[in-house]
């Protein structure tokens, strides 16, 4: 059985966060091949063009990260209907200087949980947009924008009996996602 490593994104470091809860309750109903590896991006330096020649330690981490992935899954709150800025200034680090991208060619996932009653809406198509751009082949359906709730968790932390089924059908989605693509890339079907 392959194993498949996931790098994990979450575009919010707040410690009460719904997306990092989500994140970690999402990592529990993936198959057993798979493994996520957590994508820091709170001590990334803000995007500078200037730097791309050089670009800081933080910044080789996260593109060594990318690299060494056979998949992404971003988990992203929405700010002012787009993508949080820390998110964003990680994708302009990982993605540059220009041809030199660690994305290229990564099937991923994006999915994300707000207290809004659209959920992600905006902030995912945003995102969608931009990895459009960064060719990186993304899960269309099924769409998953979570209204969070208390009832989203369960107490353990994993997710509770009214979106377990539905987030296992998308987490399963995208496992097969990646497996697809995945094969693609390396010449088996």
Known sequence: ???????????????????????LALTRLAPEDFAF????VDDLPLYNQDDDDNQAPPVKRIKDQIRAADGLLFVTPEYNRSVPGVLKNAIDHASRPYGQSAFTGKPAGVIGASIGAIGTAMAQ??????LAYL???????????????DALFDEDGGIGPNSRQFLQDWMDAFADWVRDHAGKQDGTD
């Open 1 to 23: 059985m392959s194993q498949y490593t996931i790098a994990l994104f979450v575009g919010s470091f707040r410690k009460e966060s719904w997306n990092k809860k989500l994140a």
């Open 37 to 40: 590896d957590p994508v820091c």
């Open 125 to 130: 198509q945003h995102l969608r947009n931009i």
């Open 135 to 149: 060719d990186v082949p993304t899960l269309g359906q099924p769409e998953a924008f979570i209204h969070a709730t």
